[in-house]
């Protein structure tokens, strides 16, 4: 498996330039035949590659790739760095091995089989478009300990790619990014343990970098991704500042609980001072959108006064 990706990677990568490359180039690049070009080529679109193969010229990407480069992630990371091309989900790889890990691991995927959204929906995953990460942690007083972590995570994302110039971003509670209005990226926190013991956590990050019109066709609500940039971050460099600022922010929250994040919050805050709409179930409340409480419930300001709301089957939308 490990040789075969190998190949595929190496096809990509002279693919990079976003020029047509014809078959007989490849071949000869890689030391193989143009059959076997062409079934790499033909394997690469289950993971959702989509490359143009046109006679005469060759083929070409129709969406940009963004790989991440293992060798440099791993020489700038300290704790350990689990990273894959293909495996079912990075979160449930954390989760299954949260026995043998240490606060701050991580693992990495270019393409997920089976990536998760909240409430179960399918995130999206295809190979080398996007950001696919999951971060072990553990917090000693277990599960209450973690109240608001999803907010410190979204707080977290927005601080790298303003350190990236990455323009117009936001949060919309509890743990989305969006950008220019449309959403960008996840969080997803998976935790086993006890309420007042130790609490492992798994945070799963998809964040998208550059989405094909066919993935952006199955996706159910609008989206942003990172490609219409004037330039596009590079994706091991924001899985370093990522890791780096998450460990820095989870370890403030870990001392000082979900309060010195208000303000970063507050100024990011997608909803913040406008009439939203609070999904619970098959009710519906309305009311001004006033940030959050120290728990990191979403306050409203309604006919009867300012009301805090949490819950994992709460949905907050604008109201429109």
Same mark, same amino acid.
């Given at each position: 498996?490990?040789?075969?990706?190998?190949?595929?990677? &190496? @096809?990509?990568?002279?693919?990079?330039?976003?020029?047509?490359?014809?078959?007989?180039?490849?071949?000869?690049?890689?030391?193989?035949? %143009?059959?076997?070009?062409?079934?790499?080529? &033909?394997?690469?679109?289950?993971?959702?590659?989509?490359?143009?193969?046109?006679?005469?010229?060759?083929?070409?990407?129709?969406? =940009?790739?963004?790989?991440?480069?293992?060798?440099?992630?791993?020489?700038?990371?300290?704790?350990?760095?689990?990273?894959?091309?293909? @495996?079912?989900?990075?979160?449930?790889?954390?989760?299954?091995?949260?026995?043998?890990?240490?606060?701050?691991?991580?693992?990495?995927?270019?393409?997920?089989?089976?990536?998760?959204? %909240? %409430?179960?929906?399918?995130?999206?995953?295809?190979?080398?478009?996007?950001?696919?990460?999951?971060?072990?942690?553990?917090? =000693?007083?277990?599960?209450? +300990?973690?109240?608001?972590?999803?907010?410190?995570?979204?707080?977290?994302?927005?601080?790298?790619?303003?350190?990236?110039?990455?323009?117009?971003?936001?949060?919309?509670?509890?743990?989305?990014?969006?950008?220019?209005?449309?959403?960008?990226?996840?969080?997803?926190?998976?935790?086993?343990?006890?309420?007042?013991?130790?609490?492992?956590?798994?945070?799963?990050?998809?964040?998208?970098?550059?989405?094909?019109?066919? +993935?952006?066709?199955?996706?159910?609500? =609008?989206?942003?991704?990172?490609?219409?940039?004037?330039?596009? =971050?590079?994706?091991?460099?924001?899985?370093?500042?990522?890791?780096?600022?998450?460990?820095?922010?989870?370890?403030?929250?870990?001392?000082?609980?979900?309060?010195?994040?208000?303000? %970063?919050?507050?100024?990011?805050?997608?909803?913040?001072?406008?009439?939203?709409?609070?999904?619970?179930?098959?009710?519906?409340?309305?009311? @001004?959108?006033?940030?959050?409480?120290?728990?990191?419930?979403?306050?409203?300001?309604?006919?009867?006064?300012?009301? &805090?709301? @949490?819950?994992?089957?709460? &949905?907050?939308?604008?109201?429109?």
């Amino acid at each position: 498996m490990a040789e075969q990706w190998s190949r595929k990677r &190496s @096809i990509l990568t002279e693919l990079a330039n976003g020029q047509f490359v014809s078959g007989e180039a490849l071949a000869a690049k890689l030391g193989v035949s %143009r059959t076997a070009i062409a079934n790499h080529i &033909s394997g690469l679109e289950p993971y959702g590659v989509d490359i143009y193969s046109v006679k005469g010229k060759g083929y070409k990407l129709n969406n =940009p790739l963004s790989l991440v480069d293992e060798s440099v992630l791993k020489a700038a990371i300290n704790q350990r760095c689990f990273y894959f091309d293909d @495996i079912p989900s990075t979160n449930g790889f954390m989760l299954k091995h949260a026995d043998e890990l240490d606060s701050g691991d991580i693992c990495i995927a270019e393409y997920q089989s089976a990536g998760r959204g %909240r %409430r179960g929906r399918v995130w999206v995953s295809p190979y080398g478009c996007h950001l696919y990460f999951s971060m072990y942690w553990q917090f =000693p007083q277990g599960m209450a +300990q973690a109240m608001g972590l999803s907010l410190v995570v979204a707080c977290s994302i927005v601080s790298v790619l303003k350190q990236l110039n990455v323009a117009n971003v936001a949060v919309k509670w509890p743990n989305d990014i969006f950008l220019a209005g449309k959403k960008l990226a996840g969080v997803l926190i998976e935790m086993n343990g006890q309420t007042d013991s130790e609490c492992n956590l798994v945070i799963g990050i998809g964040l998208n970098m550059a989405m094909s019109e066919l +993935q952006g066709a199955s996706i159910d609500q =609008p989206w942003s991704d990172l490609s219409a940039l004037d330039c596009m =971050p590079n994706k091991t460099e924001l899985l370093i500042l990522l890791h780096k600022q998450l460990q820095q922010d989870l370890i403030e929250f870990e001392t000082a609980g979900l309060m010195p994040f208000k303000n %970063r919050w507050d100024k990011a805050d997608l909803y913040n001072g406008q009439a939203v709409k609070l999904i619970i179930g098959a009710d519906e409340i309305h009311g @001004i959108c006033r940030g959050i409480d120290p728990q990191g419930a979403v306050v409203l300001e309604t006919p009867t006064g300012l009301k &805090s709301y @949490i819950g994992g089957e709460i &949905s907050l939308r604008n109201l429109s």
